[in-house]
């Protein structure tokens, strides 16, 4: 009798789950098929903002390194090799570097920049002084309470790597537009987009190159 009952349960069981796995696949089909293109996402973007005060619509528009590694977010094996070198070679190429050819300002005016958020907000003063933010994704100094970490620490940055017209080169550059040396940066070009001025940038270059700067102590 036993024997009886185990054949059509077992039966039964199978069946249910070719059922719920028919199910699934059905899902996963229609959730692929669902899936939005970039320009749906881009118009969806546009109709979730509004512009207010300095904060305009064309801040939602993608420049063509973005979109390509927007691009490659998804796609299998990432930005291609050629492609990503492509793209940092134009941004490197398009860094300005210091009219009188001086990196360093006031260290103490870099830190006023690099601890303050503000610029470039809607309810900011349109041509106001902008900050660095830097403190948001780095580590500056020991004696901070708080910073981010979507960054590398900067503490000692001038005392670890000198001050050669290499790396003071490269650090302009980096800060200018982060892009030149990593295509997909999250790193805000706060050159090459006008966030900070010359003489700002000069400021924050001195915070991580002085030797009398907390990042260097």
């Given at each position: 009798?036993?024997?009886?009952?185990?054949y059509?349960?077992?039966?039964?069981?199978?069946?249910?789950?070719?059922?719920?796995?028919?199910?699934?696949?059905?899902?996963?089909n229609?959730?692929a098929?669902?899936?939005?293109?970039?320009?749906?996402?881009?118009?969806?973007?546009?109709a979730?903002?509004?512009?207010?005060?300095?904060?305009?619509?064309?801040?939602?528009?993608?420049?063509?390194?973005?979109?390509?590694c927007?691009?490659?977010?998804?796609?299998?094996?990432?930005?291609?090799?050629?492609?990503?070198?492509?793209?940092?070679?134009?941004?490197?190429?398009?860094v300005k570097?210091?009219?009188?050819?001086?990196?360093?300002?006031?260290?103490k005016?870099?830190?006023?920049?690099?601890?303050?958020?503000?610029?470039?907000?809607?309810?900011?003063?349109?041509?106001?002084?902008?900050g660095?933010?830097?403190?948001?994704?780095?580590?500056l100094?020991?004696?901070?309470?708080?910073?981010?970490?979507?960054?590398?620490?900067?503490?000692?940055?001038?005392?670890?790597?000198?001050?050669?017209?290499?790396?003071?080169?490269?650090?302009?550059?980096?800060?200018?537009?982060?892009?030149?040396?990593?295509?997909?940066?999250n790193?805000?070009?706060?050159?090459?987009?006008?966030?900070?001025?010359?003489?700002?940038?000069?400021?924050?270059?001195?915070?991580?190159?002085?030797?009398?700067?907390?990042?260097?102590?």
């Amino acid at each position: 009798m036993l024997s009886t009952i185990k054949y059509p349960v077992s039966l039964l069981l199978v069946t249910m789950l070719g059922v719920s796995l028919a199910g699934c696949a059905n899902t996963e089909n229609q959730s692929a098929a669902a899936e939005p293109s970039n320009e749906e996402i881009h118009q969806l973007l546009l109709a979730s903002f509004k512009t207010k005060g300095q904060a305009k619509l064309e801040r939602v528009n993608q420049t063509e390194l973005q979109k390509a590694c927007s691009v490659a977010e998804t796609a299998a094996g990432g930005l291609p090799d050629a492609k990503r070198t492509e793209l940092q070679n134009a941004a490197l190429a398009a860094v300005k570097y210091p009219a009188d050819g001086k990196y360093l300002g006031d260290w103490k005016a870099g830190e006023k920049l690099a601890q303050s958020g503000k610029g470039f907000q809607f309810n900011d003063k349109e041509g106001s002084t902008a900050g660095g933010n830097c403190y948001a994704c780095h580590q500056l100094a020991p004696q901070e309470l708080a910073y981010g970490n979507i960054g590398p620490s900067l503490y000692q940055y001038g005392k670890l790597r000198g001050n050669s017209e290499e790396i003071m080169k490269y650090t302009w550059a980096k800060i200018w537009n982060s892009h030149a040396y990593n295509a997909c940066s999250n790193m805000p070009r706060f050159g090459a987009e006008g966030i900070l001025t010359e003489t700002q940038l000069k400021d924050v270059m001195a915070l991580l190159m002085s030797p009398e700067s907390p990042v260097n102590k």
